[in-house]
């Protein structure tokens, strides 16, 4: 079965830190691009990251860049993201996704994303 599945959401306050994981089974992650988006109610799921099939090229949205870090293990097959100076604005559930595509261009489009995890909350409020 192809799934993918988050964890570590949280409430955390506004300066602090939080690390997400996403598992991958029934597919193996070296072969696969991926990428992380957040969505809040009544908005459209955005694109917060992506990683390259091989790790070695990344792309973020512009609000996350340098306080935001994508990182892919393998070995485990889990892509992670690793939150750092985190705002009340980026409050959201967040997702992992697999993308059918390796290309960059074009990595915030959420139709190129084939399997979903089921997404992990994430609270960033005093």
């Known amino acids: 079965q192809l799934q993918l599945v988050e964890s570590g959401g949280d409430l955390v306050q506004p300066g602090g830190s939080l690390r997400l994981s996403c598992a991958a089974s029934g597919f193996n992650l070296h072969s696969y691009s991926m990428g992380w988006f957040r969505q809040v109610p009544e908005k459209e799921r955005e694109g917060v990251s992506w990683i390259s099939t091989g790790g070695g090229v990344i792309q973020y949205r512009d609000s996350v860049k340098g306080r935001f870090t994508i990182s892919k293990d393998n070995v485990k097959n889990t892509v992670y993201l690793q939150m750092n100076s985190l705002k009340p604005e980026d409050t959201a559930i967040y997702y992992c996704?697999?993308?059918?595509?390796?290309?960059?261009?074009?990595?915030?489009?959420?139709?190129?994303?084939?399997?979903w995890g089921q997404g992990t909350q994430v609270t960033v409020s005093s």
């Open positions: 996704a697999r993308s059918t595509t390796n290309r960059w261009l074009g990595w915030s489009t959420a139709g190129r994303y084939d399997i």
